[in-house]
């Protein structure tokens, strides 16, 4: 059994629409061997997880897991794995439950899926499943990835791996935080691999650092760090606090000590959760002590303060209103006559709310220093048994971080004490506060009980008030995000998502045009690269998660137009949680073959997360089967279809039903885009009126604007800005580089595209057909190493069976991608010869920038040339820098003439036809004239 691939999907996947982690198991030969057929097996891994027992499995019940186990031949080994990793992952703190394991087709061979909080995390807890599956199998089934190294203690990985959980997983203030967010939807992203979280997206978000956020001014949390600014700042507003001084010897301290009068505190000057904080001081002795404790946390610095008696309390303090108070009650233990401390400290480690760090709502108990100064002063020690109902304190300070109690008093805390809160976070100037207050009784006035401010800390923990060990947990988390986002403001901005075989860029291109004629600052994703506002800011292929979170991360953006291309989704999922409008283009024969995709339905599934994923709308290409089925599968308020065919039924029972659609439909002047919705008939724009359609022959440019025009539609723009803006759209390379980039400046016209599959070709092939070309037309074919053979026999099958190539140029794309430095070449040539094209006119030249000159080369004048290019930015250069031969340079207005003929060289027979005009060739292929030409 070993595992042959790890993927970690971070966004919507093929398996749910949260963060999963596949891993491809191959079981060898225990595939043989299913659970309940191994000997011991069961009873081994029950006893190392006994939780196990509450996984319910597909019988949805506790249990369920076990039965699984147990009945028949048991369950294979993938999905025992699957139910480990969940379980470990529990262990050490993750809020998961979701798992599948399936087939994959081949024998032995499994896809085991299952939810992770942090990935790393969830990738170890795989690592430790194998460990713990391994010991628990007999010797001779240890194979593969499942050998055990020597000495393997299953509860000192868990702790490892629980470590691991402590240092990668939310913080319980950070994870509340979080979970605030999800329950008001606002959208967060985790920008960095401890606690810092954007929530909201584009120019909308704000951020925190565990609970300092982005409306905490630093002033305040430089003046909260320092206790003595605090203190006197608290002092000049009458507010209560005891007397201190700073000090940076130890001799200082006594002096200070001293001077305050006996018993004192002494502290650092800048630490938090109670570390070196040193309580009752009485003598000189114990300061001095106490002092080299304290400057040994952070700085020599240390404070010096009255004791205060009385009962820690935390006040958290949320944009000037309380909203929680905790007592804090240090780490102790209560003698019972019997245990010795020792043993009364694992009996209170052994609860089960108890565990590492802030794995779980309390923390263990730690004998450390601080306990062991304690015993000393009680002439006590760890053998010592303590008399039944003696409570011994091992810590100073009540944070539970050092194995501390929280009880919530948030309900009975004095009027005078909760004032005094908001007075001195107001001081201070925080928006998230925790007053630490130090008094005998909180449900009394300060003004008579007595009792002082000890400290005033910015990014106060959450954990006492979410998860008291006594009284009701409070929301705090919430007012913070109420704070960041009062209620009908907004924390999204709008998300387009594109998808599709064919026409991703140029819609999103369209469409972004289209929000940013409307006033938008958007931020797009291409192929070609991630652009805020228009200025392209990165350059390469960003149609995977990673750019669609840089876009949303960006402050100053307001719309975000994302092309999501098929690879990125299968690597690691979408990069957004949901979109406002997900759109499927088309689904044509593309990259079948790779990454477990090997038929049309299996692109369209992949593709359908775009629209399972949309919020307000989900917009459909109504000519494709394909697509019209992803209807039933999307959870949009909406759905609307565009089509290039009037008559098409659905769409016209959806438009009688109130939908919303696009429609191509023939007038008198032409064919127009019309725009349908709750009955309403909207003429948006005559189709030859469209740059991009090249006067309406260019039909694949016609279909992507009515996919982008009722995008636009359904998220709220103007039917004239619309219609504006796709009337000041085009196909230059600025605009969209590599689709359909036209070259007027040579004596010949000159086309330049990234089409890469059979449908791109056939649509190229389709326009070519439509244009009026006075001399012959050129093509210089190309196909990516990567696709299937019969994708790039297509391909060329479509050119030879078009009948109106004169000439073939076939190169290869610089990156071979697998193949042989020929391979795809002569794939092409034998798809062109297939189709019963010449072969006297077909050239292979491999070299790219070799191809096109060729081509350019060959190129007469009035003639037209169609590159399908790979390094589109180089073509683009070297069509545009080409310099044709003198004679070919001729003034546009020159009347075409035609070629004279030498009946010497002619093969004997025409070439062929094009457009019904027979064609004349030379022996070495080269088309001379048309004959029957008007």
């Given at each position: 059994?070993?595992?042959?691939?790890?993927?970690?999907?971070?966004?919507?996947?093929?398996?749910?629409?949260?963060?999963?982690?596949?891993?491809?198991?191959?079981?060898?030969?225990?595939?043989?061997?299913?659970?309940?057929?191994?000997?011991?097996?069961?009873?081994?891994?029950?006893?190392?997880?006994?939780?196990?027992?509450?996984?319910?499995?597909?019988?949805?019940?506790?249990?369920?897991?076990?039965?699984?186990?147990?009945?028949?031949?048991?369950?294979?080994?993938?999905?025992?794995?699957?139910?480990?990793?969940?379980?470990?992952?529990?262990?050490?703190?993750?809020?998961?439950?979701?798992?599948?394991?399936?087939?994959?087709?081949?024998?032995?061979?499994?896809?085991?899926?299952?939810?992770?909080?942090?990935?790393?995390?969830?990738?170890?807890?795989?690592?430790?499943?194998?460990?713990?599956?391994?010991?628990?199998?007999?010797?001779?089934?240890?194979?593969?990835?499942?050998?055990?190294?020597?000495?393997?203690?299953?509860?000192?990985?868990?702790?490892?791996?629980?470590?691991?959980?402590?240092?990668?997983?939310?913080?319980?203030?950070?994870?509340?935080?979080?979970?605030?967010?999800?329950?008001?939807?606002?959208?967060?992203?985790?920008?960095?691999?401890?606690?810092?979280?954007?929530?909201?997206?584009?120019?909308?978000?704000?951020?925190?650092?565990?609970?300092?956020?982005?409306?905490?001014?630093?002033?305040?949390?430089?003046?909260?760090?320092?206790?003595?600014?605090?203190?006197?700042?608290?002092?000049?507003?009458?507010?209560?606090?005891?007397?201190?001084?700073?000090?940076?010897?130890?001799?200082?301290?006594?002096?200070?000590?001293?001077?305050?009068?006996?018993?004192?505190?002494?502290?650092?000057?800048?630490?938090?959760?109670?570390?070196?904080?040193?309580?009752?001081?009485?003598?000189?002795?114990?300061?001095?002590?106490?002092?080299?404790?304290?400057?040994?946390?952070?700085?020599?610095?240390?404070?010096?303060?009255?004791?205060?008696?009385?009962?820690?309390?935390?006040?958290?303090?949320?944009?000037?209103?309380?909203?929680?108070?905790?007592?804090?009650?240090?780490?102790?233990?209560?003698?019972?006559?019997?245990?010795?401390?020792?043993?009364?400290?694992?009996?209170?480690?052994?609860?089960?709310?108890?565990?590492?760090?802030?794995?779980?709502?309390?923390?263990?108990i730690e004998i450390?220093?601080?306990?062991?100064?304690?015993?000393?002063?009680?002439?006590?020690?760890?053998?010592?048994?303590?008399?039944?109902?003696?409570?011994?304190?091992?810590?100073?300070?009540?944070?539970?971080?050092?194995?501390?109690?929280?009880?919530?008093?948030?309900?009975?805390?004095?009027?005078?004490?909760?004032?005094?809160?908001?007075?001195?976070?107001?001081?201070?100037?925080?928006?998230?506060?925790?007053?630490?207050?130090?008094?005998?009784?909180?449900t009394k006035s300060y003004r008579e009980a007595g009792g002082a401010i000890c400290e005033v800390n910015a990014a106060p923990g959450f954990r006492m008030h979410v998860a008291p060990t006594e009284g009701k947990p409070r929301d705090v988390a919430g007012p913070v995000m109420d704070m960041l986002f009062p209620p009908g403001t907004p924390a999204r901005i709008p998300i387009a998502s594109i998808t599709g075989t064919n026409g991703k860029t140029t819609t999103a291109r369209m469409l972004a045009h289209i929000h940013k004629m409307a006033g938008k600052t958007v931020g797009l994703t291409t192929t070609d690269g991630v652009y805020i506002d228009g200025e392209r800011t990165v350059a390469g292929d960003m149609t995977g998660p990673t750019s669609a979170s840089m876009v949303l991360r960006d402050p100053t953006v307001d719309l975000a137009v994302l092309e999501t291309a098929r690879g990125g989704i299968l690597r690691a999922g979408l990069g957004f949680r949901d979109c406002n409008v997900g759109c499927v283009l088309n689904i044509s024969a593309d990259h079948l073959g790779l990454k477990g995709i090997d038929t049309l339905e299996q692109l369209a599934e992949v593709k359908r997360i775009v629209v399972e994923v949309a919020r307000d709308a989900a917009i459909l290409n109504a000519d494709d089967l394909l697509c019209l089925y992803m209807a039933e599968h999307s959870g949009a308020k909406r759905v609307g279809y565009f089509t290039m065919n009037a008559k098409n039924d659905l769409v016209r029972r959806h438009i009688r039903a109130g939908g919303m659609a696009a429609v191509l439909e023939e007038g008198i002047n032409g064919h127009m885009i019309t725009l349908y919705d709750q009955g309403s008939h909207v003429p948006l724009l005559w189709t030859h009126l469209i740059p991009a359609t090249i006067e309406g022959k260019a039909l694949h440019n016609v279909q992507n604007a009515l996919a982008a025009s009722l995008m636009a539609y359904a998220m709220g723009v103007k039917v004239d800005n619309i219609r504006q803006a796709l009337r000041t759209f085009d196909t230059s390379y600025f605009q969209v580089p590599g689709r359909l980039n036209v070259y007027d400046e040579l004596p010949f016209k000159v086309i330049l595209d990234y089409g890469h599959n059979p449908a791109a070709v056939r649509a190229m092939v389709d326009f070519v057909k439509r244009l009026d070309v006075a001399g012959r037309r050129l093509c210089v074919l190309a196909a990516p190493g990567d696709r299937r053979n019969e994708d790039i026999l297509e391909m060329a099958k479509i050119i030879g069976e078009s009948k109106v190539f004169a000439q073939v140029f076939i190169k290869r794309d610089d990156d071979l991608r697998g193949r042989g430095p020929t391979e795809v070449p002569d794939l092409?040539?034998?798809?062109?010869?297939?189709?019963?094209?010449?072969?006297?006119?077909?050239?292979?030249?491999?070299?790219?920038?070799?191809?096109?000159?060729?081509?350019?080369?060959?190129?007469?004048?009035?003639?037209?040339?169609?590159?399908?290019?790979?390094?589109?930015?180089?073509?683009?250069?070297?069509?545009?820098?080409?310099?044709?031969?003198m004679d070919n340079v001729k003034r546009k207005a020159d009347k075409p003439t035609v070629a004279p003929i030498d009946p010497g060289i002619f093969s004997g027979e025409p070439a062929g036809t094009i457009g019904g005009d027979a064609l004349v060739e030379d022996a070495r292929g080269v088309i001379l004239s048309r004959e029957n030409e008007d």
């Open positions: 059994m070993k595992i042959t691939e790890r993927r970690v999907y971070r966004g919507p996947n093929l398996y749910a629409h949260f963060p999963c982690i596949r891993l491809t198991i191959d079981l060898g030969a225990l595939e043989g061997h299913p659970s309940a057929k191994i000997d011991g097996f069961n009873g081994k891994l029950v006893a190392h997880l006994p939780t196990l027992a509450e996984h319910t499995c597909s019988y949805s019940t506790a249990g369920g897991f076990i039965r699984r186990l147990h009945e028949g031949e048991g369950t294979w080994l993938g999905h025992v794995l699957e139910h480990v990793a969940i379980e470990l992952q529990q262990k050490a703190g993750a809020r998961v439950t979701f798992g599948k394991t399936r087939g994959t087709g081949t024998p032995g061979e499994y896809h085991v899926v299952y939810a992770f909080e942090e990935e790393r995390v969830g990738l170890t807890a795989a690592e430790l499943g194998m460990k713990v599956l391994a010991n628990c199998l007999p010797a001779e089934l240890r194979v593969g990835d499942l050998g055990v190294p020597d000495g393997f203690e299953f509860e000192s990985e868990l702790k490892d791996l629980i470590s691991l959980a402590q240092r990668r997983q939310f913080g319980p203030s950070t994870g509340s935080l979080v979970r605030a967010a999800e329950d008001r939807d606002i959208p967060w992203i985790r920008l960095n691999d401890q606690s810092l979280v954007q929530f909201g997206h584009g120019r909308f978000q704000k951020r925190i650092q565990a609970t300092v956020t982005s409306e905490t001014r630093h002033i305040a949390v430089e003046i909260a760090s320092d206790k003595e600014q605090t203190n006197k700042i608290l002092a000049d507003l009458g507010l209560p606090v005891p007397r201190q001084e700073l000090v940076r010897s130890a001799r200082e301290a006594v002096r200070a000590a001293e001077r305050i009068g006996y018993p004192v505190v002494v502290k650092p000057y800048n630490a938090n959760h109670g570390r070196g904080v040193c309580l009752n001081l009485m003598n000189p002795a114990e300061v001095e002590a106490a002092y080299e404790t304290a400057s040994q946390i952070t700085s020599r610095t240390c404070c010096v303060e009255k004791m205060i008696t009385g009962f820690d309390h935390r006040m958290l303090v949320v944009n000037g209103e309380l909203i929680a108070v905790s007592k804090r009650v240090p780490g102790h233990v209560v003698g019972d006559g019997k245990h010795t401390i020792k043993e009364l400290v694992d009996i209170v480690n052994s609860d089960p709310r108890r565990g590492i760090g802030h794995e779980k709502v309390l923390t263990q450390d220093h601080q306990a062991e100064r304690l015993m000393a002063e009680a002439s006590v020690t760890l053998d010592t048994v303590l008399e039944d109902g003696r409570v011994f304190f091992l810590r100073s300070t009540g944070n539970l971080s050092t194995g501390g109690t929280a009880i919530d008093m948030t309900d009975t805390t004095h009027h005078d004490n909760r004032e005094m809160a908001k007075r001195a976070a107001l001081a201070i100037g925080l928006d998230v506060a925790g007053i630490d207050f130090l008094c005998p009784d909180i092409l040539k034998k798809g062109l010869l297939d189709a019963g094209y010449h072969e006297a006119r077909i050239t292979i030249i491999p070299d790219e920038r070799e191809c096109v000159d060729a081509a350019l080369r060959a190129a007469q004048r009035d003639d037209m040339v169609l590159v399908f290019g790979d390094a589109i930015s180089r073509c683009w250069k070297q069509v545009t820098k080409f310099e044709p031969a």
